[in-house]
Structure formats: C-alpha cells, structure tokens
C-alpha cells in the first residue's frame, strides 16, 4: 500500500501569519519525503477569507515543494480545471513536472463553490451542471493533447486552437508543415513550452463522486479521488469504477487499482486523547464541507438521514475517520484492504484549527506504529 498526505491546509484566523502556514507546510513535506511517504496532495480554493482553505495554487506551492524534496511525489487533489485556461493550465503542469524531475500526479476538479465561479469564469456555474461538466471534459481534452503530441490542435464546442487565420513568419523559425498550412502561410498547430519530463502524459487524477462522473473517468483513463463515503457505499463506487475500466482496455482490471481514498486521520496514545485532541478540528472540516454536500454523502447504501441529524464526533467517528491509537488504525486500515482492496491511502492530517505541533506528533506516531503493518514485511523488506 502506498502512503499520501491529503494537505489541505487551514486556520481560520491565519491569514496574517501565512508565512508561518507555508514554513508548517514545508516541515511536514520534508519530513513525509524523508520517511517513505509517496505523494503530498495540496488542494485549489480562492476568496476563503474564513481561513478553512488556505490555498489558492497548488502548482506553485508544489513547485517550493519540489525544490525542497527529491523523492515524494507532487499532486494537486485538485487543480479547479473549469477555472483555468487549458493551455494554461498545460503548460504550468509540465512546468512543475520539469521542475520536480519528473514527479508530479495530476489532480482535476470542476468546482464546487459557485463564490468561486462566480469571480473566476461564469461558465463554471456549479448551478449549472450541464455546462459545468462540458467545460471541465473539454479542458481536460485540450490538455490531454498538449502533453501526448508535440505540436497539436482542437476544434471544440468552447476553445478552438490556433485561431484561424494565424498568421507566422520569422526568420529564426523555418516555415514547416509540421504546425502550418504551407499555401495560406497560417498556423494550423502549436506546441506546449515546456512539454512534461519525460515527453508523455503525466497521471491524471479527479476528485468524484457522482456515478457518471466516475463512468467518465474510467471508461477515459482516469484514476479516481474518494473522500466521504462508509466503506459499504464505497464498495459499489470502487466496483463501478472496475467494471467501467475493465471495459474500457479490454482486460479485468483489480479492484482498488486507479483509485486513492482519502480518510481523515489522527493518531494518539488513547482513543480519548485522540477525540480530545481534533475532534473539534476534524468537525469544524465537515461542518464547512457539509454544508454544500449534506450528511447524504456519509451513509451506508439504503440509509437515510434521519430528521433533525446533527454532525457529531459520535455520528462521524465510527464512518470514516481514522482517529485513535496505533493498534485501532491499523485495523481500520486493514478493514480497507480486505472490502477495498485500498492501494492508495491519502491521509488528512491538516484540519482546521488543529496545532502544527499536535498534528506532527499525530504523523509521527502514524509513521513509526502504523505504516509499517502495511510497507514492509516481518523481514523489514519493502
């Protein structure tokens, strides 16, 4: 099994000490990269003045990572692709791959805040899902092209490129029918500068939920991001997205491969100190989170929310948060090996107004009582 870190930082207050966030962010990275981890995951969010997401580029941050690490991997869970523009996007990817030799994981979104949309690009109305969803698969398309071909074009419902008629005349850059129609003397495909690291499409990831959104990405190579459901609803999510795999390459495809799961996660000496510690934190996360989601996301197959259901330690405890001593999150982790087949784990350590240092202990005792159940064998070999 392979370890991640989910980090999305927060702290409702910090935003005049964001330096320290940032100096926080780099301890932990560095010590997750010295200590086995796979990949650290920074998230995308814009105009959060409430300080329970504190960052507005993953790229960017993952490029200050990447400088100051060499093996852990860089992704982004995710970069809001509606938001940005694909060429764009492309090219700031690649840079970062460039940057990291070679170690970045793509993660895609198409939104969720329409605060967000609103101020950012209006055709990535989350209201609007139709559109929504045109906008991400066709950015995503435009992208897909840039990173596989060195010279490229696409002619679509909302982007075409080049623009007709583009003109192109240099002495320092030979006319070449690779990229131009040679009688008109006009660009008919450009290239991506610089292209990724080792010249091919990096991994793709997205953050989903919906049935169609998870028909989508399997049946389009994607791999799939998990958060909230209980380990009965993910089974039909992890089964559905293997069945459309396996139909789109054509072999049967594992349970488990092409997905992470995201689970929120502390660790302590006791399950009481545990609660003591980031309960509040871990609720103060749901309780933003849930108000655009609901509780839905949280049940078991064919279980309703109940009438007046509040968000509570106790609801949430026992559904999905990995809280507790070493001995009961390795049970829990090995509960989703045995329904899951769980490959990717991507732990959420960073929550609201949890202390740098309290999360750090949390980590720590993950690392040395925890992760090597599932790393190594009883020989010590990886």
Not at 32 to 52: A, K, L, P, R
Not at 87 to 100: K, V
Not at 199 to 216: A, L, V
Not at 317 to 338: A, D, M
Request: charged share 25%; proline share 5%; aromatic share 10%.
């Amino acid at each position: 099994m392979k370890f991640g870190i989910f980090a999305n930082l927060a702290g409702p207050g910090r935003h005049g000490e964001y330096d320290k966030v940032l100096d926080e962010a780099r301890e932990q990275a560095i010590y997750c990269d010295e200590n086995g981890y796979d990949s650290i995951w920074y998230t995308e969010h814009h105009f959060g003045h409430e300080g329970n997401e504190l960052i507005s580029n993953p790229l960017m941050i993952g490029a200050d990572i990447a400088a100051r690490t060499k093996n852990i991997r860089i992704g982004q869970a995710a970069n809001v692709a509606t938001f940005w523009h694909p060429l764009r996007l492309a090219e700031d990817i690649a840079m970062l791959d460039q940057l990291s030799k070679g170690r970045v994981e793509v993660g895609l979104a198409r939104g969720l805040y329409g605060r967000e949309a609103a101020n950012l690009n209006t055709l990535a109305d989350p209201t609007n899902q139709a559109q929504n969803r045109a906008l991400f698969e066709e950015t995503v398309e435009v992208m897909k092209k840039a990173w596989s071909n060195r010279f490229f074009s696409h002619d679509g419902d909302i982007y075409k490129f080049p623009p007709e008629g583009l003109k192109w005349s240099h002495p320092m850059s030979p006319l070449s029918s690779e990229f131009m129609d040679m009688e008109k003397g006009e660009i008919n495909k450009i290239s991506i500068m610089p292209g990724t690291y080792q010249g091919r499409m990096p991994n793709i990831w997205q953050t989903i939920d919906s049935p169609r959104s998870i028909e989508i990405a399997a049946e389009t190579g994607i791999n799939a991001m998990f958060w909230m459901p209980t380990v009965k609803e993910l089974k039909g999510r992890f089964e559905l997205y293997r069945e459309k795999a396996s139909k789109a390459r054509g072999y049967e495809v594992p349970l488990g491969e092409g997905i992470a799961l995201v689970r929120d996660v502390y660790v302590a000496e006791t399950m009481e100190q545990a609660r003591e510690d980031a309960a509040e934190a871990v609720l103060n996360t749901y309780r933003w989170i849930c108000h655009w989601r609901g509780l839905g996301n949280l049940m078991d197959p064919g279980e309703e929310v109940k009438a007046g259901q509040e968000l509570t330690y106790d609801f949430l405890h026992p559904r999905n948060l990995l809280f507790g001593t070493p001995e009961y999150v390795t049970e829990k982790i090995k509960e989703l090996q045995e329904e899951l087949n769980v490959q990717n784990l991507l732990l959420w350590v960073n929550h609201s107004h949890l202390p740098h240092e309290k999360m750090m202990k949390s980590l720590k005792l993950f690392t040395e009582e925890v992760m090597p159940n599932f790393t190594k064998t009883k020989q010590g070999v990886l």
